[in-house]
C-alpha cells in the first residue's frame, strides 16, 4: 500500500518559470491538503482539497498559486513566475474521509529551489 | 482562529536525559491534537494524538503526551532520549492541521 507520492522530490527553476509540484494520495484517501514549510517557520497550510473541489484556500497566497484535485490524477500545485521567496519544502498530505479530524499521513515533499 | 505555540526553538540534550517540549494551543471548540517528528531530511510522521478519553496518550518510540484542558497544553515528554531522536518536533490541532513553528532536538552522546 503505497504512502503519500509527491513527485518531484527536488526542482529547480530559474525566476519566472512555472513550478508544477505533483501528489498522489494514499489508496482510498480523497482528501488532500498542501502544507509549504521554510525554514524556521514550521509547516504553514495553504489549501485543502478533495476531488474536483477546493475546500479551504484561505493559506494560498492571492496571485501566482493555484491548486487542483481531478476527478482522474494526481493533485497539483502549481505556482507560476516563481520568485526566490517561493522556494521552500511544499508537502502534501492526504486523508480518508471519514478521518479528515484523525491526522494526516504526509508525502516526501518536493524541495524547490528558485535561482 | 486556531493557533499552536511552541515555546522551545531549540533543545539540546545529553543521551539519557528527560525530554519535555511544551505546546499550547488556542481553540474554543473540541480540538483533536497531534505530535509529529520529522527527522533530518525526511517527511512528517505521527508520533502520537488524542481525540478524547485519557489525556495521557502513548505514542510510538517511546514518546507520550499530556493534554491538560485548563491550561491549553499537550506537552510531549520521553524519560530517556536517544541519539536517534534527533529531529523536528511539530505540535499540531485540527482542523485543516494547523502546525506550531517546530523544536528541533539535539541529542548528544
Known amino acids: 500500500n503505497a504512502g503519500v507520492m509527491q513527485n518531484p522530490r527536488h526542482l529547480v527553476r530559474r525566476r519566472g518559470q512555472e513550478a508544477r509540484l505533483r501528489c498522489s494520495p494514499m489508496?482510498?484517501?480523497?482528501?488532500v491538503y498542501w502544507y509549504r514549510q521554510l525554514p524556521e517557520e514550521g509547516l504553514k497550510f495553504m489549501v485543502y482539497?478533495?476531488?474536483?473541489?477546493?475546500?479551504?484556500e484561505s493559506g494560498m497566497p492571492k496571485e501566482r498559486f493555484s491548486a487542483e484535485f481531478p476527478k482522474e490524477g494526481p493533485s497539483i500545485l502549481r505556482i507560476q513566475q516563481v520568485v526566490r521567496g517561493d522556494s521552500a519544502a511544499y508537502f502534501c498530505a492526504s486523508s480518508p474521509p471519514s478521518a479528515a479530524n484523525y491526522g494526516y499521513t504526509f508525502g516526501s515533499g518536493t524541495r524547490l529551489t528558485v535561482v | 482562529a486556531q493557533s499552536v505555540s511552541q515555546h522551545n526553538h531549540h533543545v539540546i540534550l545529553s543521551e539519557a536525559a528527560s525530554l519535555e517540549l511544551g505546546c499550547n494551543y488556542s481553540y474554543g471548540g473540541t480540538v483533536n491534537l497531534f505530535w509529529y517528528v520529522q527527522y533530518p531530511g525526511q517527511h512528517l510522521q505521527l508520533l502520537l494524538k488524542?481525540?478524547?478519553?485519557?489525556?495521557l496518550v502513548k505514542g510510538i518510540k517511546g514518546f507520550e503526551a499530556e493534554f491538560i484542558k485548563s491550561k491549553f497544553s499537550f506537552n510531549l515528554r520521553k524519560p530517556s532520549v536517544q541519539w536517534s531522536d534527533t529531529a523536528e518536533y511539530f505540535c499540531a490541532v485540527t482542523t485543516p492541521l494547523v502546525f506550531g513553528k517546530g523544536t528541533r532536538l539535539s541529542v548528544i552522546a
Open positions: 482539497l478533495q476531488k474536483e473541489n477546493i475546500i479551504d
Open positions: 489508496k482510498g484517501h480523497s482528501h
Open positions: 488524542y481525540f478524547s478519553g485519557d489525556p
